[in-house]
């Protein structure tokens, strides 16, 4: 009746403002997922290929102006730690030697390794126990 479409509503509203749509969280998910098949080479920043925090480093400081560092490592450090449980759209996922982007869906865009370049991974396999942070301008 009316109480379930008050609390409805109110509901809507909460899942509105705890995650509001951020145009450049989009904007560096579409930059990255449109790589997805370049290859994999190391030290590659693009945009015809890319290593792991190249492909980083090309969506975020590149096409979009962030003022980040360019290894895995120092990315993963100048990022605001957040929880996996916080984790949005546009966020990223590290470790000392390795970087992807959280695209949504459980699935991470990353540049793997030679042999599969940039592929889409679920954030419950290879990136389970990597830390998540969150980057900002």
């Known amino acids: ?3 379930t479409a008050v609390a409805d509503a109110q509901a809507a509203q909460t899942t ?3 995650a509001p749509a951020s145009t450049s969280n989009s904007s560096v998910v579409a930059i990255a997922m449109q790589y997805v098949g370049s290859p994999y ?3 590659a920043s693009g945009p ?3 290593d792991c925090s190249g492909l980083i480093y090309y969506a975020f400081g590149t096409q979009l102006g962030y003022n980040i560092p360019r290894t895995a490592s120092d990315i993963g450090h100048s990022s605001t730690p957040i929880s996996k449980s916080d984790l949005q759209v546009g966020d990223i996922l590290y470790t000392e030697t390795h970087i992807g982007i959280y695209v949504g869906n459980g699935q991470v865009v990353h540049a793997a390794t ?3 370049g940039v592929v889409y991974d679920s954030i419950n396999g290879y990136f389970s126990s990597f830390q998540a ?3 900002t301008r």
Do not use: H, K, P
Request: net charge negative.
């Open 1 to 3: 009746g009316a109480d």
């Open 16 to 18: 509105q403002a705890s």
């Open 41 to 43: 080479v190391w030290g």
């Open 48 to 50: 015809n290929a890319f």
């Open 114 to 116: 030679e042999n599969t």
């Open 133 to 135: 942070g969150r980057l």
